[in-house]
């Protein structure tokens, strides 16, 4: 059967040149960073070779980078890390409701040990307004964490007049551009941030490795202790093959992201034009201009996300939902809920988002299949007729 | 994550669509959790000569729909009310865990569209 | 040039199976395990397959397994996660003074934040006595954490009497296996654990990749946050790759523990006796017995341990000290001190760890260099002819 | 870690050793930071006829030994007085940063050994 994967906001399968070079790292580099003889020196050669390409990757320094397990644990240092090194300073931290999991359930552990925090709403588009962070600063805020780019909907956030905000207040800036780094620009100085999440596994690279940026003179305490690597940030023995091929991979993002993009973003706009077109009673979802070019994120009223996802699947197209029963936790998405959305389509929202080894006729294909399916749910929907927004 | 029968009670439910004269109409779920099902009898002679559903809900829900209208059909209103949730999700070869409280619902359609046909009956 | 690598318990190369494996699976499998779609599925069923196998390896359940980014991190949970859980309980840890940096420093930073914590003191073989476990059991400890193999000594510690002290005063008990997994048994109903650390690159599976065994029904906090995967105990999207290539080094190392053991542990052998008949003034550090079939760690008296490393180095020979000048922190190796041996001989420590690729003409190999460059070092150390202990 | 430079001296230490009747003798370090160096001096006519120098320690200690002894040998005191420790880093075109503070130790030895000398002369 044909397969589309149409879910590149989840994940991405690793680009060929990184499966080369992870590859041949496999039989010829295996030493310990931290070890003195030549096979510890051989690894930490790439170790840092692949440091460079990252910090490349958004115009950071060399000794900016520190790597980390993934996004999830980089969102975690920069958050309780900057909370737990800075608390005799204040206990006040702004987020917004529409973060990840890694920075909204971090920042909620925090506010049930002794920290305050302020999730700050959003509009419509899941924007969230710098006005209002501006508004919410207090003497004691110590960090604001918003995201670059929504990995639900795509929406692209205000960061640099937010980071401006926080300079002028002295609060440290968090920003997760797990999802926006090599789908739009990303630029330590630009964004002015003080903290950056990068994943690798977003950006063709492999799963398990993340970075966090943290400009010079930050001060963040670790989540784990040990033999102190990552300039005491990160303990434990480095994933040397994982961070080799983050490093390519951000090599890869480097070049070929005009390219790339580009193309990308004609797919998406073809598939957006053309779903809305073929069905009726389809919202996009996300701000209509401000989102990453690859994201196109439904909700169709009267059917539920789940049921399209599995149908989707079993005509061989992989995309997500923002359903309750698509997720593990049993919750629709916070993402869609904050943005105002009614529950109906928040359980109806179906994301697609294009990558890579996307053609036109894979958007051609979905679009033929697409409209049946929904119809066809509709046709058994209690829903249907009842008022929805 | 589903299993075979599921997935095929699924892709080809039995029975969905609305009964236009039906005699009892029962609806359960809530859309804070994502699932609702309604389902609709038709009685004649104590006995369900007619059994649709209609559903918004996941996969676990379309199919523990179809299921149960499979199960329900032809049988007498007191066999019906004695069908559990559990022999729905069960007659499926079982249900994920995560699945088993929120779309595992079939039954109590039924029962609640019984109860609509017994309070007609009055 | 000859090169031989005798630091396995740095790090091992992957086994040639694992690279195949993972060369495969980099190719075919790339979903996120969370997904619904086939893709997400299909990384699922992987990652089963390795949790299973790695359940195997110390005969746990499937569901005990929790995959970590490390060995390290795997102690930390075991550590901060036991003592978060259980503080309404008490506030009173112990360990031992030999444990890795892992468990040292994050029960370190526990006893800075309001626990207490009993450092044992360990004999001249870096031996815990359990007689002395017993003595500091409080009514308020919580957790006892002893390793079962030291990573420099290879000293074996007596866990199942730890452990049974444990379970009669119902204070949790943890071990760090990573060094003794696939060297000795371990299993986790012989050991008697509530937790046990493993980490894959220790066994010829990838770095960055480790687990913690959590026997059913003990409780630990997370050490961060995010989208609740391994049930929650570590958030983030799963390392697939790594994941499966230490399911892989476990298969392996089950199936050839016996030859594999036997083997090495005639070469270590032969190392000693080479080493101790041929050189004058030479210690062998850790218990004569009880102690890992391919550790072989010596002081030679006179000579700084950093400077034979780099000349067993030019000679190709790779091996670990734990000189002060070989450390990234620059303490000479806490163990070798906490032992009792004088600073000259901590600084004048080599290991030596063999695994899989060493060969007998290896070991003579050492044996017919390393003779002559402790005896140049030695002709001018300012220490030869000063009293050493 | 090491450059060329460095290593080539740890390689090939120059004027290594024990002078049996040197003048002027000086130690530095001490074995808690794992580094000790000696070195002995041979001071004729006010100048540095011989320097030789024994080390306990690490590769940037037995390079910077090495290092001194060769832009010690030849001077004059004076001369000899002014040599720092960084002369000896520079020379040997850097050490590591964390070996410039606990190996880099050899221009004080150099001193101690001078003020031995000088101490004998009075
Ligand atoms: C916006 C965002 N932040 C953080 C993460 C977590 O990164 P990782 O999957 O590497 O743990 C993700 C992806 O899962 C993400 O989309
Ligand atoms: C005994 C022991 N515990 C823990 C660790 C840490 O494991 P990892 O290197 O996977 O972080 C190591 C190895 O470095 C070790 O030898």
Avoid at chain 1, 54 to 75: R, S
Avoid at chain 1, 334 to 341: D, E, I, N, R
Avoid at chain 2, 4 to 27: C, K, L, S, W
Wanted: aromatic content about 6%.
């Amino acid at each position: 059967m044909r397969k589309i994967y149409m879910d590149y906001s989840a994940t991405t399968p690793l680009h060929p040149e990184v499966i080369a070079l992870m590859t041949d790292v496999m039989k010829n580099v295996f030493g310990n960073p931290s070890s003195l003889h030549s096979f510890g020196r051989e690894a930490k050669k790439y170790l840092d070779e692949a440091r460079q390409k990252v910090a490349d990757l958004i115009g950071a320094k060399f000794e900016e980078i520190y790597f980390t397990g993934g996004g999830t644990e980089a969102d975690n240092i920069a958050v309780f890390g900057t909370a737990y090194a800075h608390r005799k300073k204040g206990k006040h931290i702004i987020t917004s409701a529409v973060e990840h999991h890694a920075v909204l359930d971090s920042c909620a552990k925090l506010a049930k040990s002794g920290f305050e925090v302020t999730f700050l709403p959003v509009d419509q588009y899941g924007m969230v307004d710098p006005e209002q962070v501006k508004k919410e600063i207090r003497s004691d805020t110590i960090l604001i964490s918003i995201m670059h780019a929504n990995n639900e909907t795509g929406t692209i956030q205000p960061i640099e007049e937010i980071s401006k905000i926080a300079k002028e207040h002295d609060v440290f800036f968090h920003t997760d551009c797990v999802q926006s780094v090599g789908k739009i620009p990303v630029n330590v100085d630009k964004l002015g941030a003080d903290l950056i999440t990068l994943s690798s596994h977003k950006i063709y690279g492999p799963k398990g490795v993340g970075a966090l940026y943290k400009r010079k003179g930050v001060r963040v305490e670790p989540l784990f202790y040990g033999g102190g690597q990552e300039r005491k940030i990160r303990s434990g023995t480095e994933n040397t093959l994982g961070i080799i091929g983050f490093g390519k991979a951000a090599e890869i993002a480097v070049r070929e992201f005009d390219i790339e993009n580009t193309r990308v973003k004609g797919l998406r706009d073809r598939l957006i034009k053309g779903v809305l077109e073929k069905i009726p009673d389809v919202r996009l979802n996300g701000h209509p201009e401000k989102r990453l070019p690859n994201n196109a994120h439904f909700s169709f009223a009267y059917v539920e996300g789940e049921s399209l996802l599995l149908s989707l699947d079993m005509k061989g197209i992989a995309v997500s939902s923002g359903s309750a029963c698509s997720s593990s936790s049993l919750q629709p998405s916070h993402v869609l809920t904050a943005s105002g959305l009614p529950q109906e389509l928040v359980h109806g929202s179906v994301r697609f988002t294009l990558g890579r080894e996307n053609t036109e006729e894979d958007v051609d294909y979905v679009l033929s299949v697409l409209p049946g399916i929904v119809e066809r749910f509709r046709s058994f929907s209690p829903l249907v007729g009842r008022k929805t927004v | 994550m589903y299993n075979p029968t599921v997935m095929d009670h699924f892709e080809n439910p039995r029975n969905v669509g609305e009964i236009p004269d039906a005699d009892g109409i029962g609806e359960v779920g809530n859309l804070s959790c994502g699932d609702i099902l309604k389902v609709y009898v038709k009685v004649v002679d104590g006995k369900l000569e007619d059994v649709k559903y209609q559903t918004f809900g996941c996969g676990a829900a379309v199919a523990s729909g179809s299921m149960l209208t499979e199960l329900a059909k032809g049988k007498t209103v007191e066999e019906a009310m004695k069908i559990t949730n559990n022999d729905v999700a069960e007659a499926l070869n079982g249900l994920p865990p995560q699945k088993r409280h929120c779309s595992n619902l079939a039954a109590d359609a039924l029962h609640k569209a019984l109860e609509d046909w017994r309070s007609k009956q009055k």
